[in-house]
């Protein structure tokens, strides 16, 4: 069997599309919710370090290996490692790599899409100038109890919440359905320049707070005892959190960046690229951080606020800051936005498959997929309400008070995604031929770049996740 030489669903006009394209699906709520809620919850500074080293040495080896996959295999993840286990004469049992990252895909875009629908109830309430209240409160505790208050009253209410969701599923299925340069490609052109330059007004308003050097404190003073222990307690996960977050946040472990691969012009550098989308995740987390944490320290509010923190942080900055109102509706714009070029990516491999299998057309693929995907967002709608006291795992104490919300975010996030880390990076380093892996990197000028992101994939990679993987079940301890 040979392999396809273009991707029957397209390809990005150019290189600079591509890097458009997967920033736009790194860069989320996984940078501007996740990072720093989690940072909170796992004590700072430790727990940035380690999520950096995983970014470097587990991250950005992995995202080229599954960029060079799709641009090798052209196809859906499904398909495309079938077809390279076949090249190489292996067991069609690497299939199910493509398989788990389809399932990992729905399951995440089922949270995710529910989460980004908080982002989009909160454009009307900014809009409305609900927040610029709180420059008058009194104390900054009367300041806390209000976003507070607003916070839990949306996320209390499973109708609204079913509404949001409900229309960010829809809006999802309309840009998939549009294809690879019609819907995904336009929309991210310009939405990722805007929201970074957002977030730099941000920063400027977070450096004019008082509190700004403790919020940069905590985000960068290492104390490794702040990760792995919680209120006098051990816990294991600090580090499997911080990695997986390094997966969640980069897209990796299943298929997301390797079906964009797919749609990769044949000459474009795989090094370069991917390198560019590493550095500017990256530097979006950061950012979201040094705006977060000086506003929780300046205002009194507890860095470990837990899954609402972005929520009751940022509406207080622009309640107080000049054109705040302004400022606070393009920012939850964006930020839907942002979360729309996530989403897109979570169900693009499924929907390529069934595009695939010749049996769907891509908008009958694309209804589907988001149908199953809003089904299953509906465990995380009521999490937050009438089924927040179903904790199915609660004899398990690590598990003991996780919603079903929690489980779902638990097992994609720090079990599949690093799982599938894992796999891909056995695959490319240790099942593909050599000579096949060089050569797809053959427009990367540099030579000794591609051994030591070789090196890295065979050894230091797998190893990294194995350690913290057997770590986290307690081996060292
Ligand atoms: N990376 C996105 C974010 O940070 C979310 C996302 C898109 C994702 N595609 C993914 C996470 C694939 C894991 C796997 O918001």
Not at 36 to 48: D, H, L, R
Not at 352 to 379: D, Q
Not at 419 to 426: C, R, V
Request: glycine letters at 10%.
């Amino acid at each position: 069997m040979s392999l396809p030489k273009t991707s029957i669903h397209g390809e990005w006009s150019s290189r600079l599309a591509f890097i458009l394209a997967a920033t736009g699906s790194a860069v989320g709520l996984g940078n501007i919710w996740k990072f720093p809620y989690m940072t909170g919850e796992y004590g700072g500074g430790a727990f940035v370090i380690v999520y950096l080293l995983c970014i470097a040495l587990i991250g950005l080896p992995i995202m080229m290996a599954e960029v060079m996959l799709g641009k090798r295999g052209r196809s859906s993840p499904i398909n495309t490692m079938q077809a390279l286990a076949q090249e190489t004469g292996r067991s069609q049992i690497w299939q199910l790599l493509g398989w788990s990252g389809v399932i990992a895909g729905f399951l995440i875009l089922s949270f995710y899409s529910v989460i980004a629908g908080w982002a989009l109830a909160y454009v009307p309430r900014l809009a409305s100038g609900m927040f610029t209240v709180v420059s008058d409160l009194p104390t900054a505790n009367a300041v806390a109890d209000f976003v507070d208050t607003q916070f839990n009253a949306l996320v209390g209410d499973p109708l609204r919440l079913l509404a949001w969701h409900t229309a960010f599923i829809i809006v999802t299925i309309t840009m998939v359905a549009g294809g690879v340069q019609g819907g995904l490609e336009r929309a991210v052109r310009w939405m990722m320049p805007a929201l970074f330059i957002l977030l730099l007004v941000l920063v400027g308003y977070a450096m004019s707070t008082p509190k700004f050097m403790d919020g940069v404190h905590f985000m960068f003073n290492i104390d490794f005892d702040k990760l792995l222990y919680s209120k006098g307690e051990f816990r294991y996960d600090g580090i499997l959190a911080a990695m997986g977050q390094a997966f969640f946040s980069l897209s990796l472990g299943m298929g997301s960046i390797m079906v964009y691969g797919a749609y990769l012009p044949k000459q474009a550098s795989i090094a370069q690229t991917t390198t560019a989308v590493v550095v500017a995740d990256t530097l979006v987390a950061i950012l979201a951080g040094l705006i977060i944490f000086p506003i929780v320290f300046s205002n009194g509010l507890q860095p470990d606020a837990g899954v609402g923190l972005v929520f009751k942080t940022l509406p207080i900055a622009f309640g107080q800051m000049p054109f705040g109102s302004f400022f606070g509706t393009v920012f939850f714009v964006l930020l839907a936005l942002a979360a729309w070029s996530s989403a897109i990516s979570l169900i693009e491999p499924a929907v390529a498959w069934l595009v695939e299998t010749g049996k769907f057309t891509r908008l009958s693929a694309t209804i589907g997929c988001g149908l199953a995907a809003w089904l299953v967002g509906l465990a995380t709608v009521f999490s937050f309400n009438i089924w927040s006291d179903i904790k199915p795992l609660s004899q398990f104490a690590s598990f003991e008070d996780k919603t079903l919300f929690d489980l779902i975010d638990y097992l994609t996030t720090n079990i599949m995604l690093p799982l599938g880390g894992l796999f891909i990076a056995i695959f490319v380093a240790w099942i593909m031929k050599r000579q096949i892996v060089s050569d797809e990197f053959k427009s990367s000028p540099n030579r000794l770049g591609f051994q030591v992101w070789y090196f890295l994939l065979r050894y230091l990679t797998p190893l990294g996740i194995g350690l913290v993987f057997l770590n986290t079940i307690g081996v060292f301890s």
